[in-house]
C-alpha cells in the first residue's frame, strides 16, 4: 500500500471522521473515503465501525493501525539512516511535551538543533504533563518531556532533572516572604489554575491531589503566557515549576518557593523514549541536544 494512503487510513483512525482528516490532510473527503474503502476491499473486510457521529476501528483496523505505525516509523528510520549515509542533515522530530517547556526551552532548543541541522522538520504538541506519558506510548511521538513518575513498560528516561513544581507570584507578594509555602497558605489566596487537570499524577502527592480537587480558581486558562502575565500584574498565584519563568525569575518580576511537601519537592522533568523501538537519526541527535540543554537548564534554575 502507497505511504500517502496509508497515512489517510491514520488520520481517519485518530480524528473518527473522514471529514475531519480531509481537512487536516488538505485532500477531498471524496478521496480520503475513496482510500479507505480500497483498503477495505484489498483486505477483504471493513476496519471501522460507521456509526452516526463519526467512525471507530473495529478489532481489524486497531490490528491494521499497529502495523501500519510501525511501518511508517521504520520507513522514517531507515530515511533518517539514509540520509546520514549520505551526509545529509534531514528528518523529522515528532516531540510531545507539557507546555511550560513551549515558553523558551523547546523554541531555543529548535533555533539551536536549526543552525546545524536546517533541513529537519518538527511535529510539537502540548499536553497536559500526565497526558505526555499515554501520547508517548501511543507511537505518534518519538520524544516526551515531563514530569516524571512510574513510566509503564516500554516507555524508558533518558535524562532527569530536579525542576519540581512550587509556587509563583509576584515579587511583592506576602507569600514571598516565606522559605516554602503550605498547601493551607495557598488556600487563602487567589489562584490562577493553568490547566483543568492537576500537573501531576495523584499517586505522586494525595495531599495535593485533594488540594486540587477541592479548589476554585478565580481563573483557570489553557495558555502559559496569559497565566504569566496575570501573575506578574499580582492577580494571583500558581503552580509552576521554574522552567517557565526563567526570565522572569532573572528580572526578578516574580518569585518561585518550593512548598513544604517532600514529595513535590523531590519531584523531576524527564526526557522519555520508547524503549521497545529505534529513533530516526536525527531525532537520537536531537535528544542527545535535549539533555545537555535540560541539564543545562536545571543549572540554571538551581541558582533562581
Not at 477483504?44 to 490490528?63: H, K, S, T, V
Not at 492537576?198 to 489553557?222: G, H, K, Y
Request: proline share 5%; charged share 20%.
Amino acid at each position: 500500500m502507497h505511504a500517502s494512503v496509508l497515512k489517510y487510513f491514520v488520520e481517519v483512525a485518530r480524528c473518527g471522521s473522514v471529514r475531519k482528516a480531509s481537512e487536516n490532510l488538505y485532500v477531498a473527503a471524496s478521496a480520503v473515503n475513496r482510500q479507505i474503502l480500497k483498503i477495505e476491499d484489498e483486505l477483504g473486510g471493513e476496519l471501522f465501525d460507521r456509526m452516526p457521529n463519526g467512525m471507530r476501528l473495529n478489532a481489524a483496523g486497531e490490528r491494521l493501525l499497529r502495523h501500519v505505525q510501525s511501518t511508517l516509523h521504520d520507513f522514517q528510520v531507515m530515511r533518517s539512516e539514509i540520509d546520514a549515509l549520505k551526509g545529509e542533515r534531514t528528518g523529522h522530530v515528532k516531540l510531545a511535551s507539557m507546555d511550560s517547556l513551549f515558553v523558551d526551552f523547546l523554541p531555543a532548543s529548535i533555533k539551536e538543533f536549526s543552525q546545524v541541522y536546517p533541513a529537519v522538520t518538527y511535529s510539537i504538541a502540548s499536553f497536559g504533563p500526565m497526558e505526555v506519558v499515554p501520547q508517548s506510548q501511543s507511537g505518534r511521538f518519538d520524544i516526551g518531556m515531563t514530569f516524571v513518575g512510574r513510566l509503564p513498560v516500554g516507555i524508558e528516561t533518558v535524562a532527569l532533572a530536579a525542576l519540581p513544581t512550587g509556587l509563583v507570584m509576584a515579587a511583592d507578594h506576602p507569600l514571598a516572604a516565606k522559605a516554602a509555602v503550605s498547601l493551607a497558605d495557598c488556600a487563602r489566596q487567589p489562584f490562577l489554575r493553568s490547566l483543568g487537570q492537576p500537573p501531576i499524577d495523584r499517586s505522586m502527592s494525595r495531599e495535593f491531589a485533594q488540594f486540587w480537587d477541592e479548589l476554585e480558581p478565580v481563573v483557570t486558562c489553557n495558555w502559559t503566557t496569559m497565566v504569566k502575565r496575570l501573575i506578574i500584574a499580582g492577580k494571583g498565584i500558581s503552580f509552576f515549576s521554574k522552567i517557565a519563568f526563567i526570565e522572569e525569575l532573572r528580572r526578578g518580576d516574580v518569585v518561585w518557593r518550593p512548598f513544604d511537601i517532600a514529595e513535590l519537592n523531590a519531584l523531576k522533568v524527564g526526557i522519555l523514549l520508547p524503549s521497545h523501538r529505534a529513533l530516526p537519526h536525527v531525532a537520537q541527535t536531537f535528544v542527545a541536544r535535549l539533555v545537555r540543554q535540560l541539564k543545562q537548564l536545571e543549572a540554571v534554575a538551581a541558582t533562581l
